[in-house]
Every structure is written in structure tokens, then in C-alpha cells.
């Protein structure tokens, strides 16, 4: 069982983070093709993990730049052009529900931030949200806790994902067997309908992940 931390301890750790975010700010700022980096889609039990790379132009600055959770869709879908069309250089990637049942989704992360970064024509310095980052890559990299919340990089990257993630999904959600299951509500997680739906006609062949229990526990 893990220790419960003191609150000291606590104020360590976040004082910590924060020289840490302000030590990655101030790397990104002396690199040019610095790319931020992230993943959407490693919670729901069917379609792709879709992740994505940016090197934002630092002379053209975009306004409202966020965790893409923390966003509503309306201000990600107009982010997304923009981000598009104001980048140096961005890359996207998916991962296909077969390819995650294969390997697992922690390793199928880790692949997607690997071949994101790898689809940049020039990177010098890549940050991926959260606190792991992938083996083998060949140029300065870094991790960073909440970075979709606090590096404009990793915000930009966030939104390119889910904005895709979120578009994939409401393309078959209306048509069969897609419709059946209630995608537009719940982009594929598992909320109550999505599983109801699971018990009732089972999984759907190649879209969801079988490796998932509430997916393989409902396998006709």
C-alpha cells in the first residue's frame, strides 16, 4: 500500500513541479522546433488512440490555447484551423484497436508519441504530456505533468487529437451497427448506455478493444 504523503512532502513535490514547467518553458523558448505531444482516446473501450505533435511559431501566437478537456467543443473546433494553418510543423497519428489489443495501451501510447515526434520534418526538443516518456527516441525530450494544461505546445497537440478523436467517432456513430451503440453521447467510453449496448449486441469486430474487460466480458 502506498504511504499517504504529508502535506509538507506535497509542497515539495508541487514546488518541484513548478521548477520543473518553468525549467521546460524556458527550453522551448531557446529551441525553436520544440514540440509538444499527446494522446487522445486511451480511455474508451473501442475506436482509435489518436496522438498528435506540434511546433507552434512563436511570431504567431494562438489565443485560447488550453487542456482540450478543459475546453468546450465549439472553442476546440475553432482552435483546430487555426492551429492547422499557425504551426511549423504538426503531426498525427492513429492507433488502431487492433494494434493496442496487441501490445497494450500503455505501450500503444508510447508507440503513438514515438512515430507523432518521428512525423515532424525537423524537431530538436519533444515534451509529452504526462510522466512517461517512450525508449529509444534520438533527440532531447522531456515529461511533464498536466502540460496540456501548462505548455502551449502540448495544449495545441491535445486539441489536434481529441478534435480528430471526436470527429472519427461522429462520422460512423449514425450509421449501422455504429448507431446502435450510442456513440455522439459518450465518444466511446464507458458510461452506462455504451455498456448496456455492449451487453445487449456484443462488440463490434475490429472497432472495439477486446483487450478492454468490459469489452472482452461481453463477447457474444
Known amino acids: 500500500m502506498a504511504k499517504i504523503k504529508t502535506p509538507e512532502e506535497l509542497a515539495i513535490i508541487e514546488q518541484l513541479n513548478i521548477q520543473k514547467i518553468e525549467n521546460i518553458k524556458n527550453k522551448i523558448s531557446n529551441t525553436l522546433y520544440s514540440c509538444g505531444v499527446d494522446e487522445a482516446g486511451a480511455g474508451p473501450l473501442c475506436g482509435d488512440l489518436v496522438v498528435a505533435s506540434v511546433i507552434l511559431d512563436p511570431t504567431k501566437p494562438i489565443l485560447g490555447l488550453n487542456d482540450s478537456k478543459k475546453l468546450t467543443e465549439k472553442k476546440r473546433d475553432a482552435l483546430f484551423p487555426l492551429i492547422l494553418e499557425n504551426a511549423l510543423d504538426y503531426c498525427i497519428i492513429k492507433i488502431t484497436p487492433q494494434e493496442i489489443d496487441s501490445i497494450n495501451i500503455f505501450n500503444a501510447r508510447m508507440e503513438g508519441f514515438k512515430r507523432a515526434i ?14 512517461k516518456v517512450p525508449q529509444g527516441l534520438s533527440i532531447e525530450h522531456d515529461f511533464c505533468i498536466k502540460g496540456d494544461f501548462h505548455i502551449q505546445c502540448i495544449s495545441a497537440a491535445s486539441i489536434l487529437a481529441k478534435v480528430t478523436r471526436d470527429r472519427d467517432i461522429m462520422d460512423i456513430a449514425k450509421t449501422e451497427p455504429y448507431s446502435l451503440y450510442g456513440f ?15 451487453q445487449k449486441y456484443g462488440p463490434i469486430d475490429g472497432f472495439h478493444r ?7 466480458l461481453n463477447v457474444k
Open 210 to 216: 477486446m483487450s478492454y474487460k468490459p469489452v472482452y
Open 184 to 198: 455522439e453521447n459518450h465518444k466511446g467510453y464507458g458510461t452506462a448506455l455504451h455498456l448496456e449496448a455492449l
Open 118 to 131: 518521428n512525423g515532424l520534418k525537423k524537431v530538436e526538443y519533444a515534451v509529452i504530456d504526462g510522466n
